[in-house]
Every structure is written in structure tokens, then in C-alpha cells.
């Protein structure tokens, strides 16, 4: 069966699925997308992803096309005709397609781009689950609101090339000695004391919603939670170092730069937080 993607109001093949290239999100990167998990054919926390898709494009003055109400009945729509039972939705919108290349906003008339598209992926199952990753470290040139969004990825995509090369599955960004956060994830900790030490939100890191996620799970079982930064030498010396994002859930961290976190293997509480979570993602599915 041919895979069904949405362009602007239409379910198509994704082999006719295209948008114009004087689209804005092709031209300047103006635009805003959020990737929803899918469990067993459901979308998971996904008010999470929503909310988060209505702070960043009010950022940048952008109006969604659609309702949040109807942007989930679409998504719904798209893992049926799919029959996707494990893996991701894409969906982004930009500002459309104007009738030239001006960097102003478009004054009146363009109707901003709306896109989703679905993938297979068995994260539940991911064998990365089981042994962990490495991450190496790369310097953050990212801008300064990285709490928004964005599909500018260029950073994004050049630290997890530079993590593809060097054989490491994902790459942390360091910023004044600290960890911001990965290519494509929020990184966490655990010191020797049994604290769970994540960045706190601001304009320095996006606001993760599988990360908010894990810090409430954790926080309601009476878990310390500390959210400031953290160095790498901290990280190297922790009992355990993981990462959470919508494709990953909670992953393990062995190394980084090609040093070994503790024993090199993913440590008990990154195992059961990966656990909880899990439980609340089916339980909270739609």
C-alpha cells in the first residue's frame, strides 16, 4: 500500500505529495513542526505536542491553519489510512507560499502551509534500548531562541552528522562548558547522590515534552529532580546519563567522547524510568 501523507486540506500518496518552492519553510525555514509518537496505532502525549506547536508558532506570529482539535482528528486519520501501528508523525506548517522572496512577512492573502506524514519506527523495541548509546560532544551554534521550534536544523543536522561519523548515536551541545542539550533530544543525569539533574526551560534549550513528562513521573514517586546545567565532567562521573525525546522515550547514555559512563551499560534507574514512562504513554494514549 502506498504511504498517505497531508498537504493543506488533502490525503495524497506521499510520491505526490509537494508544496511550492516559493514556499517560506523552503525559502527561509519559516516554519514550526512537532514530531507525536505512535503505541499500538496511538498518538502519544500528544496534548503535550500540541501545546507546544501553539507557543512556538505564537513566537514567531504565525497562525495555524487548523484547530489543535482538528489537527489531531487529521493526525488520527493519517495513522489509520497508514495502518501504522509503532512509529512517528510528522507535522509542520509554515508561513506559505508568497508570490516572491521578500524576507518581510507576506502583507495579505498567503495561506500558511500545513504538511504531516507518517514513519515506521518499533521504538518500544529499538536495540539501543537494551545496550545504550554513545554521544560525543559538539560545540552549540545554534541561535538563541531554542525554545521555539523551528525547522532551521543546519546545527541540528551537522552535530548529528558529526555523531553519525564518529559512530555515536547522538550528539551532546556544549555551550560555556555546560550541556545544553542533544542534536534531537533533552540529556539528563544521575549523580552519585540519586539526583536526576536535567537543563531547566529557557530560550537556551527547547522545552522537551517528553522530557516534562519524565521529570513529573519522576517527581510523583518522590525521585529528586534538580534542573540547572550540568558539565561533561559531571556527566562522566554520574552513576547513569540518559536522553528523552517523542522517538526515543528515555535512552541510556554509555559513553561520551569515548569515555565510559560508570560500567558502560544502562544503569537501573534510566531502565526503570524508561519503564514508567512507557506505562504512562499507553495509558495516556488517544
Same mark, same amino acid.
Given at each position: ?29 519559516? =516554519? ?39 489537527i489531531q ?9 497508514? !495502518? ?40 518500544? !523495541?529499538?536495540?539501543?534500548a537494551k ?37 555515536? =548515536? ?92 560508570? !560500567? ?6 534510566? !531502565? ?15
Amino acid at each position: 500500500m502506498d504511504q498517505i501523507a497531508y498537504v493543506n486540506g488533502s490525503f495524497l500518496p506521499l510520491a505526490d505529495a509537494k508544496v511550492s518552492i516559493l514556499d517560506r519553510g523552503f525559502l527561509f525555514a519559516d =516554519g514550526i513542526y512537532e514530531v507525536a509518537a505512535v503505541l499500538d496505532g496511538k498518538l502519544i502525549d500528544n496534548a503535550s505536542h500540541l501545546a507546544r506547536l501553539e507557543r512556538s508558532v505564537g513566537e514567531i506570529a504565525l497562525a495555524l491553519p487548523e484547530t489543535t482539535d482538528r489537527i489531531q482528528e487529521i493526525q488520527k486519520e493519517l495513522v489509520a489510512r497508514n !495502518n501504522l501501528v509503532n512509529g512517528m508523525v510528522y507535522l509542520e506548517v509554515t508561513r506559505g507560499a508568497d508570490s516572491g522572496r521578500d524576507f518581510a512577512f507576506p502583507k495579505s492573502g498567503v495561506k500558511p502551509t500545513l504538511i504531516m506524514f507518517t514513519s515506521v519506527k518499533d521504538i518500544i !523495541n529499538a536495540p539501543s534500548a537494551k545496550t545504550g548509546i554513545a554521544v560525543i560532544t559538539v560545540p552549540d551554534i545554534r541561535w538563541e531562541r531554542r525554545d521555539i521550534k523551528s525547522v532551521a536544523l543546519l546545527a541540528q543536522v551537522l552535530a548529528k552528522q558529526a555523531a553519525a561519523e564518529a559512530g555515536a =548515536g547522538e550528539a551532546w551541545m556544549i555551550e560555556e562548558g555546560m550541556v545544553t542539550e542533544g542534536g534531537s533530544s533533552s540529556a539528563f543525569i544521575l549523580t552519585q547522590d540519586d539526583v536526576l539533574v536535567t537543563r531547566q526551560n529557557s530560550s537556551a534549550i527547547l522545552p522537551g515534552c517528553t522530557r516534562k513528562a519524565v521529570v513529573a513521573l519522576a517527581e510523583e514517586r518522590q525521585l529528586r529532580v534538580e534542573e540547572r546545567p550540568f558539565s561533561v565532567q559531571e556527566a562522566l562521573a554520574a552513576k547513569e546519563a540518559f536522553t528523552t525525546s517523542a522517538t526515543v522515550f528515555v535512552q541510556a547514555v554509555v559513553s561520551i567522547d569515548g569515555k565510559t559512563v560508570a !560500567n558502560g551499560k544502562p544503569g537501573p534507574m534510566t !531502565n526503570r524510568l524508561r519503564e514508567i514512562y512507557v506505562d504512562f504513554a499507553r495509558a495516556t494514549a488517544v
